[in-house]
């Protein structure tokens, strides 16, 4: 039986669903290790080469790495933007630097339909981590 507390109660469960598919996070970057390399004539730092694959729609927190970080484009188009610096959209073959000090403030897909993906070489201390969520 259909009463009016019945469709006051099923409006509320389709707008719950609507409000969470509207407030749902990005899909988060995949990261793979490729090698990490001890510098033996820079004592306790390292070499650090990533891959980082960007979902479509993908976007990474503010954050900073606490290192030399050189981005190197595969496939698709990222945009990358440091504080005080210009937002940039990048394709392959182009690349990116941030220094040690540097606040990596958008980083993400520029596409919301097509993956991309980057590989990153870190020259870093050892045994320290290379991602670090800015609060």
């Known amino acids: ?3 009016l507390e019945n469709a006051a109660i099923a409006l509320i469960v389709i707008a719950s669903s609507l409000a969470g598919v ?3 996070e990005p899909p988060q970057a ?3 290790q490729v090698m990490a390399e001890s510098l033996s004539d820079y004592p306790g730092k390292e070499a650090l080469m990533i891959t980082v694959d960007y979902p479509p729609g993908a976007v990474d927190p503010v954050h900073r790495h606490d290192a030399h970080s050189f981005v190197y484009v595969l496939e698709g ?3 990358m933007q440091v504080k005080g610096g210009q937002e940039v959209t ?3 073959g182009q690349s990116f630097y941030e220094a040690p000090n540097d606040i990596h403030t958008v980083g993400r897909n520029a596409s ?3 993956p991309a993906k980057f590989l990153v070489v870190l020259l870093k201390d ?3 981590p290379f991602f670090i969520t800015e609060h």
């Open 90 to 92: 990048l394709t392959p």
């Open 112 to 114: 919301q339909t097509l």
């Open 30 to 32: 995949i990261v793979k």
């Open 1 to 3: 039986m259909f009463s």
């Open 22 to 24: 509207a407030h749902a």
């Open 77 to 79: 188009s990222i945009v």
């Open 126 to 128: 050892q045994n320290k």
